[in-house]
């Protein structure tokens, strides 16, 4: 009770009891009135699968993903006690109760979601009297975490100006940064990056960088007859405050 939930765990979640790994505040609550004994209720998960948000009833993974056999189980809790029809002691029970919590047996990885801005995973676990069963859908949505710090694509760059760079009065593209993060939600992924000019050696050739393109344009042009040597140290970074250089 209820057949339908609808939750919101983060990849490290805080509410995510370590151990028995099961989520904080969240239990099935399975009976049956016809029963003399929770013990003959069983409470199982049917099925994990991944599913769209426009449509939970589509799904949209591989069925014998390992995914969905080995992501969760059912933590039956052993102080399930039953319910009186009032307080009298000798008044028949109105039912045998038994409750369980959803546990993880793995991390939930945002990243190993398919389409992971637009999946949730749809978990259907059944509680079954032998005979007959009912069945609780559990809506999960992922929420991405910034595990990852960003990369650069390359450790280093050369880069060769033209004879004509120095006759330009405009300035002049000279190379673009390129860097990528394994978090992959809008908020941590590779739109929420930041490039810029940590420094330059001689400084005179200090450049300007377009922050989200990693466009670098001089404000000097350097001219290839000086046979100068220009250290450019570059930054890319997240407002979330992870950062990597070069």
């Known amino acids: 009770q209820?057949?339908?939930?609808?939750?919101?765990?983060?990849?490290?979640?805080?509410?995510?009891?370590?151990?028995?790994?099961?989520?904080?505040d969240f239990q099935f609550d399975c009976y049956d009135k016809d029963l003399n004994s929770s013990a003959q209720l069983k409470i199982s998960?049917?099925?994990?699968?991944?599913?769209?948000?426009?449509?939970?009833d589509t799904f949209i993974d591989d069925e014998a993903s390992t995914f969905r056999t080995d992501s969760f189980k059912i933590v039956v809790d052993e102080t399930t006690s039953q319910q009186k029809?009032?307080?009298?002691?000798?008044?028949?029970?109105?039912?045998?109760?038994?409750?369980?919590?959803?546990?993880?047996?793995?991390?939930?990885?945002?990243e190993s979601l398919v389409r992971p801005n637009e999946t949730l995973i749809r978990v259907?676990?059944?509680?079954?009297?032998?005979?007959?069963?009912?069945?609780?859908?559990?809506?999960?949505?992922?929420e991405d975490v910034n595990d990852h710090s960003p990369k650069f694509i390359n450790a280093k760059h050369q880069?060769?100006?033209?004879?004509?760079?120095?006759?330009?009065?405009?300035?002049?593209?000279?190379?673009?940064?390129?860097?990528?993060?394994?978090?992959?939600?809008?908020?941590?992924?590779?739109?929420?990056?930041?490039?810029?000019?940590?420094?330059?050696?001689p400084d005179v050739y200090m450049s300007d960088v377009n922050e989200k393109s990693g466009d670098v344009y001089s404000r000097l042009q350097i001219d290839a007859d000086t046979k100068e040597l220009v250290d450019y140290r570059a930054k890319v970074y997240r407002e979330t405050g992870q950062s990597a250089n070069i």
């Not at 209820?2 to 904080?24: A, G, Q």
């Not at 259907?124 to 992922?142: A, E, P, Q, W």
């Open 2 to 24: 209820p057949s339908l939930y609808f939750l919101i765990v983060k990849e490290e979640d805080p509410s995510i009891i370590y151990p028995p790994n099961y989520i904080k």
């Open 45 to 56: 998960i049917e099925s994990v699968r991944f599913v769209s948000i426009h449509d939970t």
């Open 85 to 110: 029809s009032s307080n009298n002691a000798n008044s028949r029970p109105l039912k045998y109760n038994k409750k369980a919590h959803l546990a993880l047996n793995q991390k939930l990885d945002y």
């Open 124 to 142: 259907d676990v059944h509680c079954s009297d032998g005979t007959f069963k009912s069945v609780s859908r559990i809506l999960i949505k992922v």
């Open 159 to 201: 880069i060769i100006t033209k004879d004509e760079s120095a006759q330009s009065s405009q300035s002049q593209l000279i190379t673009q940064l390129k860097a990528y993060d394994q978090d992959l939600s809008p908020q941590y992924g590779n739109a929420s990056l930041v490039y810029s000019i940590a420094s330059c050696v």
